[in-house]
C-alpha cells in the first residue's frame, strides 16, 4: 500500500519477525535489515533495469528499498522510473524517495528518506500523513540526541566505512563511530527506532555492522553492481539475520 491508504500497514519482508522491526504509533514495521538504495547516479536510469533489479533484490530478501537521484534535472523521468518501480515490487517491500516529498507523494509510494539538509521531519510527516514513512540519515553524535523530538520511523547512521558510491565529504565514522552513534541514538529514543548503517558495506563486514548495534544495513553496489541481484540480496539477508540472532541471544545471557 501507499502513502494516503487509510489502513493499518505492516511490512515485514521474508522470515525473522521481530529482528529488526519497530512498530511506529501509526502501525507501521519498518525493517531495516537489508535497505537496498537504487542510486541512478550509480545504477543507471533506465526504468525497466531499475525495476528488475528491485524485484531480484526483494525476491532475494530485502526489506526495505530507496530510490535515490541527487542531480535530479527531469522530474517527470524520475517519476516514471520511480513507479515502474514500484510496480515491480508493491505489496511485498516498501518504496521510499530520496529527499524528495513531492515525488514520493505524486509516485504514492510509502514514504521518504531525508538528509540533514532537506524538508524537516516535521515539514514531511505534515504533508505525507501519518502513515507514512519517514527516514533520516545522522552522522554524528549530536544529530543522533535531537532524534527524540523528531517524527521519523527510522534513523541511517553513516558513512559507516568509506565508499565510491556517493561523494561524502565527511570521513567515516567506523565502527567504533557507529558504536557511539547508536549509543546515544538509544538513549534519545530508545530501542523502539530502528537505526541502519550505510556506506561501503558489503558481505565481508555486515555481520560486523550488526554486531556494533545497527539494525540493517543500506547497499547500493554490494547489491545491485555486477549482476546477481537475487543471489547477492540472499546471501547478505542471512548474514544480517545470523548476526542480529546471535546478538540476541547474547542479550539473554
Not at 529488526?20 to 533495469?49: C, E, H, K, N
Not at 526483494?58 to 517527470?76: I, S
Request: charged share 20%; proline share 4%.
Amino acid at each position: 500500500m501507499s502513502i494516503g491508504a487509510g489502513q493499518e500497514r505492516r511490512h515485514d519482508a521474508g522470515s525473522g519477525a521481530g529482528l529488526g522491526l519497530a512498530r511506529p504509533s501509526a502501525g507501521i514495521a519498518v525493517d531495516l535489515r537489508l535497505y537496498g538504495i537504487l542510486d541512478i547516479g550509480v545504477l543507471g536510469g533506465d526504468a525497466a533495469t531499475l525495476a528488475a533489479l528491485a524485484a531480484e533484490a526483494v525476491a532475494g530478501g530485502a526489506t526495505l528499498l530507496q530510490y535515490r537521484e541527487k542531480d535530479l534535472t527531469d522530474a517527470r523521468a524520475a517519476l516514471a522510473r520511480i513507479r515502474a518501480i514500484h510496480a515491480a515490487v508493491a505489496g511485498r517491500a516498501p518504496l521510499l524517495v530520496n529527499d524528495r516529498v513531492d515525488l514520493a507523494l505524486a509516485a504514492s509510494v510509502e514514504g521518504v528518506h531525508l538528509g540533514q539538509s532537506d524538508l524537516h521531519p516535521e515539514e514531511a510527516r505534515r504533508l505525507l500523513g501519518p502513515r507514512a514513512i519517514i527516514g533520516l540519515t545522522v552522522k554524528t553524535g549530536a544529530q543522533a540526541d535531537e532524534l527524540y523530538r523528531l517524527p521519523i520511523d527510522y534513523a541511517c547512521i553513516g558513512g559507516v566505512f568509506a565508499t565510491a558510491s556517493k561523494d561524502n565529504p565527511d570521513p567515516p565514522v567506523g565502527l567504533d563511530g557507529l558504536q557511539r552513534i547508536v549509543f546515544r541514538a538509544r538513549l534519545a529514543r530508545g530501542q523502539a527506532l530502528p537505526l541502519g548503517a550505510i556506506a561501503g558495506i558489503d558481505a565481508s563486514n555486515a555481520a560486523s555492522v550488526i554486531r556494533a548495534g545497527a539494525d540493517g544495513v543500506a547497499l547500493i553496489g554490494a547489491l545491485f553492481k555486477g549482476g546477481a541481484t537475487e543471489a547477492k540480496a540472499r546471501d547478505l539477508r542471512a548474514r544480517v539475520d545470523e548476526a542480529l540472532g546471535q546478538r540476541g541471544n547474547a542479550g539473554m545471557r
